[in-house]
């Protein structure tokens, strides 16, 4: 079975500064993995996505993530926070070998940008 | 390109009845996934169809169904409706079925129906 760990619910940063969201994940084959965005009363927006390709993934308004098989981790980062960024972010996680589009999503982080 | 579009955006229910929700996916896409979302759950799979067959189905009990038409649009249905059931229901859609095969295929989601049961 699958499972992802968001490890912080919450994430304060001022503007300017860097973003860390730390994402680990369970699965049993080899997972794609996704970072989703969502803004308040919007739906998801996909940020990036790693399948297998580069392990070093550069998604949609300056985020990039890195795959690391050996510590089970796909962390967001982002080098410098914007106000627009304020939002919360979904790490998901989808078995490679199940057949379909079964998704299963981390708990989420709520990032906060101070000015 | 239009997105993915749900219907209703908000619905208030009473306990015991049910309801109906409607998603239609972007054109093309074959694929309808359907998500639940609770501050207490977080993001749930409830059921995926490909070609009109359900394909997936997650930890939700049988009084949550769905369909899904030849056009693709999808429909789903809880009934009995319970406190417990009111939640942000999500649907997506993909191009093709086998996510994990395509190196471009992803899950583009609608903005959601608000259920709240009271």
């Known amino acids: 079975a699958q499972s992802v760990t968001q490890l912080d619910s919450h994430v304060s940063v001022s503007e300017g500064t860097p973003v860390l969201l730390r994402c680990n994940y369970s699965s049993s084959y080899s997972p794609s993995l996704f970072w989703y965005v969502q803004h308040p009363n919007k739906g998801l927006q996909l940020l990036l996505k790693y399948t297998s390709a580069a392990t070093l993934v550069k998604g949609i308004n300056g985020f990039e993530a890195e795959f690391k098989k050996s510590e089970t981790s796909f962390h967001l980062t982002k080098p410098s926070a914007h106000m627009s960024d304020a939002a919360e972010y979904f790490c998901v996680v989808s078995d490679r070998e199940a057949a379909g589009n079964k998704l299963t999503f981390g708990g989420g982080t709520r990032v906060l940008v101070k000015p | 390109k239009a997105g993915v579009t749900q219907t209703p955006r908000y619905l208030i229910k009473t306990r015991g009845q049910q309801v109906t929700l409607s998603c239609s996916p972007i054109?093309?896409?074959?694929?309808v996934s359907w998500y639940q979302q609770t501050p207490g759950q977080g993001l749930q799979f409830l059921f995926e169809y490909f070609s009109e067959t359900q394909r997936n189905k997650g930890n939700f009990p049988g009084r949550f169904s769905g369909r899904q038409f030849s056009n693709s649009r999808s429909e789903m249905n809880v009934s009995t409706l319970e406190l417990g059931d009111s939640a942000l229901y999500l649907c997506?859609?993909?191009?093709?079925?086998?996510?994990?095969?395509?190196?471009?295929?992803?899950?583009?989601f609608g903005p959601g129906t608000r259920l709240t049961v009271l």
């Open positions: 997506a859609s993909s191009l093709r079925g086998f996510i994990q095969l395509e190196t471009h295929n992803e899950q583009f």
């Open positions: 054109s093309g896409h074959r694929s």
